[in-house]
């Protein structure tokens, strides 16, 4: 069992920045793959980011693509998603999730653990 909590949401204006972060606990987090969704309301829940267990390996959705960052540090079992240049479409609760592999997964259901969300609101 794996417990994500994330943090960092907020209000923030177009153009601007927040970083997000999840703190995992429970297992080894260098076992996991992690990534970040999001899920405007009546949307779907969608992929943001994802890295693998070492930070070597990422990939990000097309419209995020340049403006966000994911990062790990295994040390402090947290991972990280900096959001730069902020777009009010990028309003959503923002999840993070988790699943023991080496590889990386862009889809909700290939994910076993999810955090409860952290909503980030970009006002224009």
């Known amino acids: 069992q794996v417990r994500l909590v994330e943090s960092g949401g907020g209000l923030v204006q177009a153009g601007g920045s927040l970083r997000l972060s999840c703190a995992a606990s429970g297992r080894t987090f260098s076992d996991y793959a992690m990534g970040w969704f999001r899920q405007a309301p009546g949307k779907e829940r969608d992929f943001v980011a994802a890295i693998n267990w070492s930070g070597r390996s990422t990939t990000y959705a097309d419209s995020v693509k340049g403006r966000f960052t994911i990062s790990r540090d295994n040390a402090k079992n947290t991972v990280y998603l900096q959001m730069n240049s902020l777009k009010p479409e990028d309003t959503a609760v923002y999840y993070c999730?988790?699943?023991?592999?080496?590889?990386?997964?862009?889809?909700?259901?290939?994910?076993?653990?999810w955090g409860q969300g952290t909503q980030v609101t970009v006002s224009s």
């Open positions: 999730a988790a699943r023991p592999s080496i590889l990386v997964f862009t889809t909700p259901n290939e994910y076993s653990y």
